[in-house]
């Protein structure tokens, strides 16, 4: 069983920058890929980037691209989202999820990817 929390969220102006972190348990965290989701309200969960167990691929969504980065330190249990230029429209609800599936060289992007999720963490954006 594996326990994910983030945090990092909170009310930031636009063009201003967060970090959120996913703190995760478990001896095998090194072992898969992990992703940042995404919810606003009334909206289906949507896929923001991924990196995979080793840190070597990583993707992220068209709207995330050159603005966001992910990261993970395997030491500490640990995914990021570096979020830079916020805009409004990144105003949601942001969840970190473990890939079912270990040792994947190309990881998910589907929410029905990832079998472990974090509680969420708000962002909002203010223009």
């Known amino acids: 069983q594996v326990q994910l929390v983030e945090s990092g969220g909170g009310l930031v102006q636009a063009g201003g920058s967060l970090r959120l972190s996913c703190a995760a348990s478990?001896?095998?965290?090194?072992?898969?890929?992990m992703g940042w989701f995404r919810q606003t309200r009334g909206e289906e969960r949507e896929f923001v980037a991924v990196?995979?167990?080793?840190?070597?691929?990583?993707s992220y969504a068209d709207s995330a691209k050159g603005r966001f980065t992910i990261s993970r330190d395997n030491a500490k249990n640990t995914v990021y989202l570096q979020m830079n230029s916020l805009k409004p429209e990144d105003t949601a609800s942001y969840y970190c999820?473990?890939?079912?599936?270990?040792?994947?060289?190309?990881?998910?992007?589907?929410?029905?990817?990832?079998?472990?999720w974090g509680q969420g963490t708000q962002v909002t954006v203010s223009s």
């Open positions: 478990g001896r095998s965290f090194s072992n898969y890929a």
């Open positions: 999820a473990k890939d079912r599936f270990p040792l994947r060289v190309t990881p998910g992007q589907r929410p029905a990817d990832f079998d472990s």
């Open positions: 990196i995979s167990w080793s840190g070597g691929r990583l």
